[in-house]
Nanobody, 125 residues
Framework: QPQLEESGGGLVQAGESLRISCAKS????????MAWFRQAPGKEREFVAG????????NYGGPVEGRFTVSRDNVKNTLDLHMNNLKPEDTATYLC??????????????????WGQGTQVTVLS
């Protein structure tokens, strides 16, 4: 049973950058598609970015495309999200998720079987 643990969240000013990380244990990291979702209070869980198991294909949610970059290290078993030009509307709990390996990076949360507890990102205006 893979376990996911997020880290690196915090409080930043609008326009600043932040990197959050997800560490995976249990099961081969390279055998999973990995993704970041976010959820703000009162809102649905939203796909942010993801990478397929080979990192040959990535996908980004519309609101973050061009500002966020997802990267993975299959040796260190980590998935990072580099967030630039942060906006107050990026404020949310960011969750790491893992799914069975596929070429396509799905944006539907129901496709992901394993989830971390999340890390809070707060962007002040």
């Amino acid at each position: 049973q893979p376990q996911l643990e997020e880290s690196g969240g915090g409080l930043v000013q609008a326009g600043e950058s932040l990197r959050i990380s997800c560490a995976k244990s249990g099961g081969a990291f390279s055998s999973y598609n990995m993704a970041w979702f976010r959820q703000a209070p009162g809102k649905e869980r939203e796909f942010v970015a993801g990478s397929n198991w080979q990192h040959s294909n990535t996908n980004y949610g519309g609101p973050v495309e061009g500002r966020f970059t997802v990267s993975r290290d299959n040796v260190k078993n980590t998935l990072d999200l580099h967030m630039n030009n942060l906006k107050p509307e990026d404020t949310a709990t960011y969750l790491c998720a893992a799914a069975v390996p596929q070429v396509e990076v799905h944006t539907d949360a129901s496709r992901y079987d394993h989830w971390g507890q999340g890390t809070q990102v707060t962007v002040l205006s």
